[in-house]
């Protein structure tokens, strides 16, 4: 399963409801799609992915995580980084 569906689909196992044009650039944070339960569960789920601590004091929630695209950059980077 790509990584896209995989975000989807635990967003949406969230409860949250996204909007049936939600692209890879439709905003997630800054729209309120998420809210800070919605986030720190995201948090979880992230961190498990990457397989290290996710200091998120370390960098700007809001701009990295704000789409599926930037969702995945930063999953894919910190991916590679763990290795």
């Not at 949406?12 to 799609?33: E, F, K, M, Y």
């Not at 809210?35 to 700007?60: I, Y």
């Not at 929630?61 to 910190?78: G, P, Q, S, V, Y």
Request: proline share 1%.
């Amino acid at each position: 399963m790509r990584l896209r569906d995989e975000l989807l689909l635990f967003i949406t196992a969230s409860g949250i409801v996204l909007p049936d044009d939600v692209g890879t650039d439709t905003s997630l944070i800054r729209s309120g799609l998420l809210d800070s339960s919605a986030l720190f569960e995201l948090a979880l789920w992230v961190e498990d992915r990457v397989a290290v601590g996710l200091d998120l004091t370390s960098f700007d929630l809001a701009e990295e995580w704000d789409t599926l695209a930037k969702l995945e950059r930063f999953i894919e980077r910190h991916r590679r980084s763990a290795l």
